[in-house]
T-cell receptor
Framework: NAGVTQTPKFQVLKTGQSMTLQCAQD?????MSWYRQDPGMGLRLIHY???????DQGEVPNGYNVSRSTTEDFPLRLLSAAPSQTSVYFC?????????????FGPGTRLTVL | QQQVKQSPQSLIVQKGGISIINCAYE??????FPWYQQFPGKGPALLIA?????SEKKEGRFTISFNKSAKQFSLHIMDSQPGDSATYFC?????????????FGEGTQLTVNP
């Protein structure tokens, strides 16, 4: 199993550009989520999904879109990048409830918006 | 508003010493409290977790102490080793009809000197 994979590993954008961060998992997990990690703020939930076709907002959803067309993939779209979106982004997956088992994190995407 | 507050922000311990990281939460509906360990350039990985019906859980050198009345929990690392140097995050979650959402603390950067 590859676990949770994320691409790209690094990305530099200009203000106003759009892009999609890719996330895939091969563990047949129903629950997938996106976090951003900023210094001194821990990880904050952006969006999450409890299954194909079902998504919901997390703590900091503004400026981001998600969709879940398959169990395996959960892409995160930045509609119009802003410098405030400079961060490290982590995708994670787990069974339906986090407490049912481990939530596995991907290696992260480091995004810089100029 | 940070629902899970973590301290200290950074911690330096000598090899063989005890590392203690504390967390406090506000939402009494939280029912699962994991600790994550993160090495530079990697995603967080589950270290140990506890449910509120238990006051202590030990796995090897790692122990969680849980005080439900005070709404506090802590991670103790016994016989700390240089390989334990990493960032540690406490978290809390609540299972619901839309899966569960993890709320993270701000993180503690632990350095264990040889």
């Amino acid at each position: 199993n590859a676990g949770v994979t994320q691409t790209p590993k690094f990305q530099v954008l200009k203000t106003g550009q759009s892009m999609t961060l890719q996330c895939a998992q091969d563990m047949n997990h129903e629950y997938m989520s996106w976090y951003r990690q900023d210094p001194g703020m821990g990880l904050r939930l952006i969006h999450y999904s409890v299954g194909a076709g079902i998504t919901d907002q997390g703590e900091v959803p503004n400026g981001y879109n998600v969709s879940r067309s398959t169990t395996e993939d959960f892409p995160l779209r930045l509609l119009s990048a802003a410098p405030s979106q400079t961060s490290v982004y982590f995708c994670a997956s787990s069974l339906y409830y986090v407490s049912s088992g481990e939530q596995f994190f991907g290696p992260g995407t480091r995004l810089t918006v100029l | 508003q940070q629902q899970v507050k973590q301290s200290p922000q950074s911690l330096i311990v000598q090899k063989g010493g005890i590392s203690i990281i504390n967390c406090a939460y506000e939402n009494t509906a939280f029912d699962y409290f994991p600790w994550y360990q993160q090495f530079p350039g990697k995603g967080p990985a589950l270290l140990i977790a506890i449910r509120p019906d238990v006051s202590e859980k030990k796995e090897g050198r790692f122990t969680i102490s849980f005080n439900k009345s005070a709404k506090q929990f802590s991670l103790h690392i016994m016989d700390s080793q240089p390989g334990d140097s990493a960032t540690y995050f406490c978290a809390a979650s609540q299972d619901g009809t839309s899966g569960s959402r993890l709320t993270f603390g701000e993180g503690t950067q632990l350095t264990v000197n040889p």
